[in-house]
């Protein structure tokens, strides 16, 4: 067996200003193939507006045993969200 | 300027016969890429061919309806499509050919990509508003047909010596079916002198420039002959390929006639 | 359905008492509805089983596109063409989306496709039976993308993360197939009496075939009660079945056409259609390879895989070429 294009994983950020989001993945021989065949294969729906490539085995990534350290601590900051603070009506729309 | 106008400089037959050389193009064409669909190499390719198969469809619908409209006969976009024999398809020849491998069929691509990018460039500017306008939205997917089948086949010419030997077999292949797309006849110059389009001559260098740059990054040579092939856009002397794809596309139509699908 | 009779390794649903603290925790994150992510621990079982479902379903997506594919270039009107032309692109596209899916359990999509053309990997039966008139497409979308639809969207749920996504974004686009090929058969059951006749023909050839689809009963199966612990299944066959007869039956009877079974009668106490079961035997026989169009299939992807070599080959030589001349450039520079 010859071998295997290298599999991209693909960005589109769609019609709204979202931020980039991943769509999913695809094979082709170089960057400029993988934007072109993310084109035809993940906006036959008119969904994007820019596309980001990047090779697959370039992204690093958390470890899912770290998702305890990681990511818990942040959940006992219920300060950072607006619905912790009872502002009276009275004081209008904040 | 209204079609009562244009008729001094281009008769109502003359602006028919514009529209479906315009129309037969994409229709073969459109139809010979269709023909991959579930058998290209790999998948995104697949994907992508019929992305320009569906371009090249739609396109056809708006030139053949607007053919139909100035006939005035009361036909429709389909009927142009499935009920004329060969003699009355426009097409120039090299649409026409069957596919071939994988590297004739992104090759004809290029050739035809490169001649239409540069004829829809021009046609934005056509007098006719509704011609214009459907070339503003065709020359933004034909830049792309184009920007896809230039890299295809620089890819391919530079790539191993397999590829290189078969582009360039295609190359001789489809070579002597260029020359047709920029044959002037009266159809030709009365369109110029309406502003409906322009001189299929004054098109080459455009055509040259992109295929003779996109050729020397394939390292393909392009071949010495300038022979071309000629009797499509006017009808005189299709292929024998055409009627056979006929007989596949018009099946339906011709053997229930005035059913509705 | 997409998936037939995927065995999952084992011997069936483990009990709590015979988990590892691994497995247990593992069964733990499904219960509960926690996604499993590719770097996630996983049983060994749950990976194979998956890689075999993924995989059966992203080929029977491409093998999918053959018998429609069979007809774009005899589409009767350019838009009926442009309909089917895009709906078969979009079945290349579900393959792609799936093949990715499985490709993060560590199989490459080249691995799969060999499978699938020595035969080793199979892919639905419905897409061994031929399409032979136009309204065959219609009923492609009506009948077989139905039936898939029924399995489809419950495993929008599924418990592997990027089949789920995948399931998701196959669901939404393929919102149109189906509407597309009732209003197909639709036009020809109020179009001429040839047209009725195809119509009615389609549906009498690909009845018994869509049934099959969703695969013999399975409620006493080890497999399927281990891949509906692990969510890879979420509803037994029978269920999908019925649900599908008793939807398409009222349908059929919209369009004046009849469905091909004696015994199609409604059940007030079950609520739902009594109806005969396919035949079971052929349904093996056309596993086994003896459908009326294995051959052609396997032989039509064959063809295009190994006239594509050179393509890939080609591509793939330019842009190391493209590679190593920018490297070159970039250590010249330095």
């Not at chain 1, 818990?72 to 619905?83: D, F, G, L």
């Not at chain 3, 689809?213 to 199966?221: A, H, I, V, Y």
């Not at chain 3, 056409?257 to 199609?264: G, S």
């Given at each position: 067996m010859s071998q295997e294009w290298p599999l991209w994983e693909i960005f589109i950020r769609g019609q709204h200003g979202l931020s980039h989001r991943h769509v999913g993945s695809l094979h082709a021989p170089d960057a400029e193939m993988a934007i072109k065949n993310a084109r035809d294969v993940y906006t036959r729906r008119n969904e994007g507006v820019s596309i980001w490539v990047v090779e697959a085995k370039h992204i690093s990534a958390t470890a899912p045993g770290e998702k305890g350290p990681l990511f818990?601590?942040?959940?006992?900051?219920?300060?950072?969200?607006?619905?912790f603070f009872d502002i009276p009506e009275e004081a209008g729309h904040m | 300027m209204g079609a009562a106008e244009k008729l001094a400089e281009m008769t109502q037959e003359q602006l028919v016969q514009y529209l479906l050389r315009l129309g037969d193009n994409t229709l073969v064409l459109g139809h010979r890429v269709s023909e991959w669909c579930g058998k290209s190499p790999v998948l995104e390719e697949d994907i992508a061919l019929a992305n320009t198969a569906l371009d090249l469809l739609g396109q056809t619908q708006l030139w053949l309806g607007r053919a139909a409209d100035v006939q005035g006969e009361g036909k429709s976009a389909d009927d142009l499509a499935f009920l004329r024999d060969v003699w009355d398809f426009r097409n120039v020849l090299l649409v026409e050919l069957p596919n071939g491998d994988f590297g004739q069929t992104l090759m004809r691509q290029l050739l035809f990509d490169a001649y239409h990018a540069v004829l829809l460039a021009e046609l934005v500017n056509s007098t006719d508003a509704t011609i214009s306008a459907i070339a503003e939205k065709a020359s933004k997917e034909v830049a792309y047909h184009l920007e896809r089948s230039r890299d295809t086949v620089i890819g391919l010419g530079d790539g191993t010596e397999e590829s290189h030997n078969r582009m360039q077999a295609a190359l001789d292949l489809l070579w002597p079916y260029v020359g047709e797309m920029f044959h002037s006849d009266a159809v030709d110059a009365a369109a110029v002198a309406a502003g409906i389009g322009p001189d299929p001559a004054s098109l080459r260098p455009g055509f040259d420039a992109i295929v003779t740059a996109a050729l020397a990054e394939a390292t393909l040579v392009k071949p010495d002959s300038d022979f071309a092939h000629k009797g499509g856009r006017t009808g005189a002397m299709h292929t024998e390929h055409l009627g056979h794809m006929l007989c596949q596309m018009q099946w339906l139509q011709r053997a229930y006639p005035g059913n509705k699908w | 359905m997409y998936a037939q009779m995927v065995k999952s390794t084992g011997s069936g649903a483990k009990s709590r008492e015979e988990m590892t603290p691994d497995e247990a925790a593992f069964q733990d994150k499904i219960d509960a509805d926690i996604k499993i992510e590719p770097r996630d621990w996983m049983p060994e079982g749950y990976r194979k089983t998956l890689i075999r479902q993924i995989g059966q379903h992203a080929h029977s997506e491409i093998v999918g596109q053959l018998p429609e594919g069979n007809w774009i270039t005899r589409a009767p009107t350019l838009e009926r063409k442009a309909i089917l032309l895009a709906k078969v692109q979009d079945e290349a596209g579900h393959g792609l989306y799936l093949y990715s899916a499985a490709e993060t359990l560590g199989i490459t999509r080249d691995e799969m496709t060999e499978q699938l053309l020595d035969g080793r990997a199979k892919y639905s039966?419905?897409?061994?039976?031929?399409?032979?008139?136009?309204?065959d497409i219609g009923a492609v979308g009506w009948l077989v993308d139905g039936a898939a639809i029924m399995n489809q969207v419950p495993l929008q749920r599924t418990s592997y993360g990027p089949y789920s996504r995948a399931m998701i974004r196959i669901c939404k686009e393929e919102s149109f197939h189906q509407r597309q090929g009732y209003d197909i058969v639709m036009k020809m059951a109020q179009g001429s009496p040839e047209q009725r006749k195809m119509a009615q023909d389609a549906l009498n050839r690909l009845w018994y075939p869509s049934l099959m689809?969703?695969?013999?009963?399975?409620?006493?199966?080890v497999h399927s009660a281990q891949s509906m612990a692990w969510k890879i299944k979420i509803n037994t066959n029978d269920e999908l079945r019925q649900k599908f007869v008793d939807q398409t039956v009222p349908q059929a009877e919209f369009l004046g056409?009849?469905?091909?079974?004696?015994?199609?009668k409604w059940n007030e106490e079950k609520g739902g259609y009594d109806f005969s079961e396919p035949d079971w035997g052929e349904f093996f026989d056309v596993l086994k390879g003896?459908?009326?169009?294995n051959q052609d299939r396997m032989a039509t992807r064959n063809k295009a895989w190994d006239d594509g070599a050179w393509v890939r080959e080609g591509l793939m030589a330019h842009a190391e070429k493209k590679r190593a001349a920018k490297l070159a450039a970039q250590q010249a520079a330095e």
């Open positions: 818990e601590p942040s959940e006992s900051k219920v300060y950072r969200h607006p619905s | - | 039966s419905i897409f061994n039976y031929p399409t032979l008139n136009w309204a689809m969703f695969g013999p009963s399975d409620k006493d199966s056409l009849t469905i091909p079974d004696e015994n199609l003896n459908g009326p169009c």
